[in-house]
Nanobody, 123 residues
Framework: QVQLVESGGGLVQAGGSQRLSCAASGGTFSGFAMGWFRQAPGKEQEFVAAITWRGYTYYKDSVKGRFTISRDNAKNTGYLQMNSLKPEDTAVYYC?????????????????WGQGTQVTVSS
């Protein structure tokens, strides 16, 4: 059974940076496409970014140029580097993965999910 565990959340000031990690176990990580989603209080879950096993990426428009998704297949870990953070980036961030190579924004296409990590950006 594939398990995903996020880490790296916390409180950061607006304009600051934070890096989230997603550690995978129980499967062949290099065969997964991986994505990040987020959910703010009172709002629906939304797609943030995704990456194929080869490193091809796709981003939500509002995070382009500020966020960078990456992965280290040797370490079975994915990352989301977040720069120039804004208060509206405050949310619980979830790591997700799928074995189909899908890197779009439909959450139901992702087979595996982490438990989430809170990111709070203060103004």
């Amino acid at each position: 059974q594939v398990q995903l565990v996020e880490s790296g959340g916390g409180l950061v000031q607006a304009g600051g940076s934070q890096r989230l990690s997603c550690a995978a176990s129980g499967g062949t990580f290099s065969g997964f496409a991986m994505g990040w989603f987020r959910q703010a209080p009172g709002k629906e879950q939304e797609f943030v970014a995704a990456i194929t096993w080869r490193g091809y990426t796709y981003y939500k428009d509002s995070v382009k140029g500020r966020f960078t998704i990456s992965r280290d297949n040797a370490k079975n870990t994915g990352y989301l580097q977040m720069n120039s953070l804004k208060p509206e980036d405050t949310a619980v961030y979830y790591c997700a993965a799928n074995t189909a190579g899908y890197i779009g924004d439909y959450a139901n296409r992702y087979n595996y999910w982490g438990q989430g990590t809170q990111v709070t950006v203060s103004s």
